[in-house]
């Protein structure tokens, strides 16, 4: 952190010091560390310097006689550096390549940094945390977690060990980039929970998740060395084991773990004391995925059952389990996901709850003046490299009828005893001998093709001549029968109209009708009969 002490004391040279003890040994702790400051100017020791011991402590000594002495210089100086490769300063964030080099870069407020932008630096807390700093809520099986965080410890530990938030001994400690150290979970509750916005608890210096990680290996060594009683000293377990082997101690080898069912033909044991005569071991359904469990295994069954919730690691938020592949894949805030400009060239990569911000102010974003150059030019490579793929497939096109021209010319040249214009002639002749040769041929087939038309046609135009003629004699026959029942219709209707006539003149009048009958019987008339 920056200091509003000016620096004079310590870059000045020895001659305008006090000649004191502590005023040269000041002067020697000045030498030994003017390289160093005078690429940081006032800066704190949070800002990469390193000193030896001896070196730290002599200047402790000589900032005991300011008036506001630097916070926390001494252990700043002397304590191994942070395995985070990024240091937050005043204005500039300085940024140590593994590569070698060091390069500066602004330092942007919170809501518009983008995480993450060098690909060679590692995101959040490398080590998993523990079921127990997920803080799954009980209604999805979180009692039967071991808790971490109810531990009894044997004698108290050391406040350096503490978390800032929960005063308990650190559990999954995660460091903050302003060298703070926090439990997992008491994070991950300020992150969600602060009205203000992602900042750090101490200094409200803003915080992002991903630029978090995971404590130093000294420190969670010294977590796990603390001393601590079985959970299940209040049964009478007198065992009092190292913190990191405690669960395992818990879960299969301490035999005060389970009580006995009571039920009388039960021989199953209960992971907590019963509060009746009864057996509990009976089967119930799953209130989220109607599955047969028994009572006891509820709470176990909940941490693996797929409608249940648990705690998403990137973004704290309850998710079902069946959900959480499709969550962080398209709805997860605390994902680093790529700009959606990425093909136009743009390399920044944020959370996905940043993006929006990160979109707006994008260069390459397409209705920007820069966006459109940047498209328009990436256009026109697109053009030249169509343009050249084309070129590439001519040449290539050219380049074959080349070698087959030479081919064809080396072939008439060997079969012509070196004389291209005789070979060129020969290959002509043959060529008209083949095309005439064809061409015959053709006439061939053509001839065969309307002779075997010809000899299928004739018996078929025969066939339709015989039919025509059939009908003809049908219309015939037709013909009569109608022309003979009209002449029957109008005899009979003469001989209606007579009979009164043949009443009176006699029946000597009726021999003149029977000539009348035969008048169908005229060579106009008379046809052949069926």
């Avoid at 081919?407 to 005893?417: F, I, K, L, N, Q």
């Avoid at 025969?462 to 022309?483: A, K, P």
Wanted: aromatic share 4%; proline share 8%; charged share 25%.
């Amino acid at each position: 952190m920056p200091t509003d002490e000016p620096t004079d004391d310590v870059n000045s040279p020895p001659e305008h010091q006090p000649s004191s003890p502590t005023s040269t040994t000041a002067a020697t702790a000045a030498a030994e560390i003017s390289p160093v400051l005078e690429t940081s100017g006032s800066e704190s020791s949070d800002n990469g310097i390193r000193l030896s011991p001896a070196a730290a402590r002599r200047l402790a000594r000589r900032n005991l006689g300011r008036v506001s002495p630097t916070p926390d210089l001494v252990t700043s100086l002397v304590r191994p550096s942070s395995p985070d490769d990024l240091y937050q300063v005043a204005q500039f964030r300085r940024t140590f390549n593994p590569g070698g080099g060091a390069s500066l870069q602004m330092s942007q407020p919170a809501g518009s940094a983008i995480p993450n932008a060098n690909a060679e630096r590692r995101s959040g807390p490398l080590l998993p945390p523990h079921p127990s700093s997920l803080d799954i809520p009980k209604r999805y099986g979180g009692d039967c977690i071991f808790d971490m965080y109810s531990l009894t410890y044997v004698k108290d530990p050391d406040v350096n060990l503490l978390c800032p938030i929960c005063h308990d001994p650190l559990v999954d400690p995660v460091t903050t980039p302003c060298d703070h150290t926090f439990c997992y979970r008491c994070l991950r509750q300020s992150i969600y929970s602060s009205p203000s916005g992602t900042a750090c608890p101490i200094d409200r210096d803003p915080l992002l998740w991903p630029n978090c990680f995971s404590a130093a290996r000294l420190v969670r060594t010294q977590l796990n060395n603390l001393m601590v009683k079985c959970p299940y000293h209040g049964r009478g377990c007198k065992e009092e084991l190292r913190r990191e082997v405690v669960e395992l101690h818990a879960t299969n080898d301490c035999r005060f773990k389970d009580f006995t069912c009571p039920g009388t033909d039960c021989d199953k044991t209960l992971r907590s004391k019963p509060t009746d005569d009864t057996c509990p071991h009976v089967e119930i359904q799953c209130s989220y995925c109607q599955a047969g469990i028994e009572a006891p295994d509820r709470d176990f069954h909940m941490l693996s059952c797929l409608m249940t919730k648990t705690r998403c690691e990137a973004c704290w938020r309850l998710v079902r389990r069946r959900q959480m592949g499709s969550h962080q894949e398209s709805e997860c805030d605390g994902i680093v996901i790529a700009c959606p400009y990425q093909e136009f060239g743009c390399p920044s990569r944020s959370l996905r709850g940043l993006m929006g911000s990160h979109t707006v102010i994008c260069a390459f974003h397409p209705d920007t003046p820069s966006g459109i150059i940047i498209r328009s030019q990436r256009e026109l490579i697109q053009s030249y490299s169509d343009l050249g793929q084309q070129i590439q497939q001519l040449n290539t096109r050219q380049d074959e009828t080349n070698r087959r021209i030479n081919e064809v010319t080396a072939s008439a040249s060997r079969r012509g005893g070196g004389d291209p214009a005789g070979g060129d002639s020969r290959t002509m002749q043959d060529l008209d001998a083949g095309f005439e040769e064809v061409h015959q041929n053709l006439t061939h087939l053509e001839a065969r093709q309307s002779m075997w038309t010809m000899n299928q046609v004739m018996p078929i135009r025969e066939e339709v001549t015989e039919l025509r003629n059939n009908i003809n004699m049908i219309r015939m026959h037709v013909n009569w029968l109608l022309n003979r029942s009209r002449e029957e219709g109008r005899i009979r209707a003469a001989n209606n109209s007579g009979s009164s006539t043949i009443r009176r003149d006699g029946p000597g009048d009726g021999g003149h009708m029977l000539p009348e009958r035969r008048r169908s019987t005229s060579q106009e008339t008379d046809l052949p009969r069926l």
